[in-house]
């Protein structure tokens, strides 16, 4: 299995709202990354789990809080977020012993309201 | 500290021409080089990469990229284009010294003209 999976695909949320977003792979990978994304833009390293544990924070909101529950799942719940939040969030794992690829799931759309 | 620049933000081919997009880097130690391609609404797939050894690179859908140490580049090409390249493409860079963490470059969008 060398996918990463995603859900919801789509996520349509009001600012007083609390919502997360799941990201799941089975490829024994130990670093999982969140990225956010706008329209024509690069993706943006939000957060970056390395064996269960949070070792980059790219000074990110605290409306926006990781959880890597175990080695196979990363969510990232959302509370109270503005309209410019809304974008692409995109998860990320790669195999930690040597620097190598980003495996990319498809994303969710995330449209704050 | 890693950046990376691709030189036109859109590109548009002929189908059948030669695709040429740009990607030049700034690092202190040897890079490890990557382009990834994104189709609408979804994620970045892996095109190919290069870590070590040859430098150029063969990837998939028939595209190729060349490591080019004393140009600082990592361009990527295929020989024809087809519809189905249009998309958004991305270089990216990371180091020893980064880890995992990938410095994307601001994209390019390919357009296919039939």
């Known amino acids: 299995d060398t996918e990463v999976t995603q859900t919801p695909k789509h996520l349509v949320m009001g600012m007083t709202n609390k919502k997360s977003l799941k990201c799941e792979q089975h490829?024994?990978?130990?670093?999982m990354y969140w990225y956010k994304q706008k329209a024509k833009k690069p993706p943006e390293l939000m957060f970056v789990y390395s064996y269960e544990k949070l070792s980059i924070n790219e000074s990110v909101p605290s409306r926006f809080s990781p959880e890597c529950p175990n080695s196979s799942l990363l969510n990232l719940h959302l509370h109270a977020l503005q309209p410019e939040d809304s974008a692409l969030y995109l998860c990320a794992s790669s195999r930690k012993d040597r620097v190598n690829e980003q495996f990319f799931g498809p994303g969710t759309r995330l449209t704050v309201l | 500290a890693q950046s990376v620049t691709q030189l036109g933000s859109h590109v548009s081919v002929s189908e059948g021409a030669l695709v040429l997009l740009r990607c030049n880097y700034s690092?202190?130690?040897?890079?490890?080089l990557f382009w990834y391609v994104q189709y609408p609404n979804q994620g970045l797939q892996l095109l190919l990469k290069y870590t070590t050894g040859a430098t150029l690179v063969k990837g998939i859908n028939g595209f190729e990229a060349e490591f080019k140490k004393s140009e600082t580049s990592f361009h990527l090409t295929k020989p024809s284009a087809h519809m189905s390249d249009a998309a958004e493409y991305f270089c990216?860079?990371?180091?020893?010294?980064?880890?995992?963490?990938?410095?994307f470059g601001t994209g390019t969008s390919l357009t296919v003209i039939p």
């Open positions: 490829m024994g990978h130990r670093a």
């Open positions: 690092s202190s130690v040897p890079p490890y």
């Open positions: 990216a860079v990371s180091d020893k010294n980064t880890g995992n963490q990938f410095y």
